[in-house]
């Protein structure tokens, strides 16, 4: 009784050991089935992340070359503008003293024209008092 006691125990002992073999190898595959599946969750939202970070970036490089572009835009039209206002106080510097100097050069024509008109005047008179005298 005690021997069939015992054997009875023993097989007991040894499928308590099989079910506790089967249950650990179950508890591993589960186990391994949730890293598994942890690393995808894992891997997935690490690659959302970085793909989120990715926009974000793209988003403010896109807004500073946006801006760095309006600023040289202004920067450029400031200096038209500096070059416009230049170039018409140039062109009006320009148009003043052609203004003087074609004044001068008539005042200068007119002193001529002057000097010629009295020279024939007077040529006429001494011709004119010439005939009276030979008249």
């Not at 690393?39 to 926009?55: D, F, G, S, V």
């Not at 970036?57 to 500096?82: V, Y």
Request: glycine letters at 0%.
């Amino acid at each position: 009784h005690e021997r069939e006691h015992d054997r009875e125990i023993s097989e007991l002992i040894t499928k308590h050991e099989e079910e506790m073999e089967k249950l650990r190898s179950e508890l591993n595959k589960e186990q391994q089935h949730l890293l598994d599946e942890l690393r995808q969750q894992m891997a997935a939202t690490h690659k959302a992340e970085i793909e989120q970070a990715q926009l974000q970036l793209q988003t403010l490089h896109s807004l500073e070359l946006e801006a760095l572009r309006l600023s040289l835009n202004n920067m450029h039209t400031s200096q038209l503008e500096l070059t416009q206002s230049n170039l018409r106080k140039e062109k009006e510097t320009a148009l003043v003293e052609l203004r003087e100097m074609l004044n001068d050069k008539r005042a200068q024509e007119v002193a001529i024209l002057q000097s010629r008109y009295q020279l024939e005047q007077d040529k006429i008179k001494k011709q004119c008092l010439k005939e009276k005298e030979d008249l």
